[in-house]
C-alpha cells in the first residue's frame, strides 16, 4: 500500500473527556475530507467504541490520527495503543457477543465491521494496539 | 455525575426526553436514572425519547437506551425511540445491534401516535 500520510495527530486517552475529543478530531478530519455522513458515522462510532476500550480496559493510552491519501482517495486512519493488561483470547474477543467490561461485546467485533481495514495486535501483560483504517467512497 | 442535563417533559401522561447533547457515558447513565425517577413521579404511562440530535448512538449508548425502555417497561412504561438518524440506524444495524426492548418510530408525531395505539390496546385487554 503506498498510502501517503499527510498529517499525523496524536493524543492521550485518559479519561472519558479525552475520548469524545479524540472522536470530534476524527469527525473532523473525516468532514474536511469530504467523507459522507455514513462513513463519517461509522468511523466516528468504530473509534468511540475503541477509544472506550483503551479508559475501560488500559486507563490510559494514546489515539494516532492520520489523514491519508491513496492515489486522490482520502482516507483516516486511527490507531489505538495502550499498555494495558492485553487480550488473553483474540479469537473469543473478536468472536463477538463476547463482553468483559459494562460494553456489549460488540465492540470489536462490531468495529470491525464499520470499516475497511482492521489490525489487531495484544500481548498478555504488555498492552494493545488497534488500528482501523476507513477510506473515502467514490 | 451531573444530572438533569437532559429535560424531560410531561405531556399529559406521556413523558418526552429530547436528547440534544452530545452524550458521554456518565450524561448517558444519569439520564437513565433521570428517566426513571420521572415516570415513578409523574405516573406516566409512555416515554418518547428523541434522539433526533444524537450524530453517533455507538453500543455503550444503544445498550443504555434499550436498558432505559425495558426499565420503564418493568414499570409500566411503554417506551418508544424517535428520531433516529439514516447514519445511526445504518450504523447500529452493521455493528449487529438490535434495538430490543423499544419501540421506534419516524418521529415524535408518530411516536405519541404509536404509545396511543399501544394504550389503546392495553385498555381493552
Known sequence: ?????????????ASEDDVVLVRRAVRALAERRGFDSFASAALTTAVTELGRNIWVHARSGMAIIEELEDGLRPGVRVEFKDLGPGIP????????????ASSLGLGLSGTKRLVDDFQLQSEVGRGTSVRITKWKRF | MQSGQIPILRIGTTLLASIQIELRDTTAQSFQEDVLKAIE????????????????VDTFVARILTDTGRMAKLMGTETVLVGMRPEVAATLVRMGFSMQGVHTALNVDEGLALLAQLQGAQGRA
Open chain 2, 41 to 56: 413521579k409523574s405516573r406516566s404511562r409512555g416515554l418518547i425519547i428523541d434522539i433526533t440530535g444524537l450524530d453517533m
Open chain 1, 1 to 13: 500500500m503506498a498510502a501517503r500520510v499527510l498529517s499525523t495527530q496524536e493524543m492521550k486517552i
Open chain 1, 89 to 100: 483470547d483474540i479469537d473469543w474477543a473478536m468472536a463477538g457477543g463476547n463482553s468483559t
